[in-house]
Nanobody, 123 residues
Framework: QVQLVESGGGLVQPGGSLRLSCAAS?????IGWFRQAPGKEREGVSC????????KYADSVKGRFTISRDNTKNTVYLQMNSLKPEDTAVYFC???????????????????WGQGTQVTVSS
């Protein structure tokens, strides 16, 4: 299984931006970003295919977040703009999807997970 390490989280004011990084130890079919707020279930944010770069976004982040990849570095980025307090959560990246419908952003469709990075949006 691929090993994943997230970085880039922090405290930002509403309307601000952050860029998260997910460094993978090797190749994986796709990388997904998920988040989990206190007391809530883990939810899908975005994913990107390693082969053709196709992307998928949750409705809640469309137009504000952008996922991208650098295959030479085995790294995936999540650029988050116009951040809102409701974006506050621990953000995880995931790899090794086992289900062909991984683009549905179901956390159960991914086998490998990073340790997470905290994103707090507050004034």
């Amino acid at each position: 299984q691929v090993q994943l390490v997230e970085s880039g989280g922090g405290l930002v004011q509403p309307g601000g931006s952050l860029r998260l990084s997910c460094a993978a130890s090797g190749r994986t079919l796709a990388i997904g970003w998920f988040r989990q707020a206190p007391g809530k279930e883990r939810e899908g944010v975005s994913c990107i295919s390693s082969s053709n770069g196709s992307t998928k976004y949750a409705d809640s982040v469309k137009g504000r977040f952008t996922i991208s990849r650098d295959n030479t570095k085995n790294t995936v980025y999540l650029q988050m703009n116009s951040l809102k307090p409701e974006d506050t959560a621990v953000y995880f990246c995931a790899g090794d999807p086992w289900h062909r419908d991984y683009r549905l952003l179901n956390p159960g469709y991914f086998n490998s997970w990073g340790q997470g990075t905290q994103v707090t949006v507050s004034s």
